[in-house]
């Protein structure tokens, strides 16, 4: 299972970023899919995850969960937001390359603690990291086709980011075998302190000046119903 979860987090960014150039997906597409997939994680994240890793006892990982979420912070000053759809963009202008770092980053970390079968078998939890990198791949994609980047360039791009995940399972799994499970029971709580950032600033970037539009609450109700009806 967990070499299934790799190759989906490797192909589907892919393959996402790849429509980009073929469909040219319009901001108030994507703003909908972010809202649902926004909504669908962060409710995965409150119904499934954190009952989960509190109800199996590892002492400090609201530690990990507040790091996680600080590292997002962080992380978003070089991202520039991509991973919320934001789409800032220069013409003739490359992506920097600390962007594409830190968009990395953070795959790279949601990534390893799906090391864990456990975390692989849970099927909301992967559904929902997945539907949060798809809108991931198709912001960066859509970027660097509106800064004038090369096709060769992009796809060094997009593979550079899609590779992220994988990797990151794989430094969860040896890290697992050389200091024991614990670890990426921390590693967990460090991606969810993430994935919580990311939710609830998607869900609010729905709403400028506290304005819902109709399609965007209803894809948010949508996403969190659909969390909900999966927990049972």
């Known amino acids: 299972m967990i070499e299934v979860i790799a190759i989906l987090f490797f192909v589907l960014p892919l393959l996402a970023g790849g429509l980009v150039r073929i469909f040219r997906p319009q901001a108030d597409h ?5 809202a649902f997939s926004g909504a669908f994680l962060l409710a995965v994240v409150f119904l499934h995850m954190l009952p989960d890793l509190y109800g199996e006892g590892h002492g400090g990982v609201g530690s990990w ?8 912070v962080a992380l978003e000053y070089y991202s520039r937001g ?30 390893m603690p ?14 929902g990291v997945l539907l949060h990198k798809m809108p991931m791949a ?20 997009l593979l550079v980011f899609a590779a992220a995940a994988p990797a990151g399972i794989l430094v969860g799994w040896l ?4 200091m024991g499970g614990d670890i990426l029971h921390r590693l967990l709580g460090l991606a969810i302190g993430m994935l ?20 965007r609450a209803l894809a948010v109700l949508l996403g969190v119903l659909l969390a909900a009806l999966s927990s049972h």
């Open 30 to 34: 994507l703003r909908l899919l972010l």
């Open 65 to 72: 969960v507040l790091a996680g979420f600080l590292l997002q």
């Open 82 to 111: 991509i991973e919320h759809g934001h789409l800032h963009a220069t013409t003739g202008q490359a992506l920097p390359l600390l962007t594409l770092l830190s968009l990395c980053i953070h795959s790279f970390v949601e990534g």
């Open 114 to 127: 799906f090391a864990d079968a456990g975390v692989a078998a849970n099927r909301p939890f992967v559904a």
């Open 138 to 157: 198709i912001a960066l994609a859509t970027v660097l086709l509106r800064s004038g980047s090369g096709r060769s360039y992009s796809w060094i791009v």
């Open 175 to 178: 890290a697992a075998d050389s």
């Open 196 to 215: 919580l950032h990311i939710g609830a600033t998607i869900i609010f970037e729905s709403a400028p000046e506290h304005r819902m539009r109709r399609d």
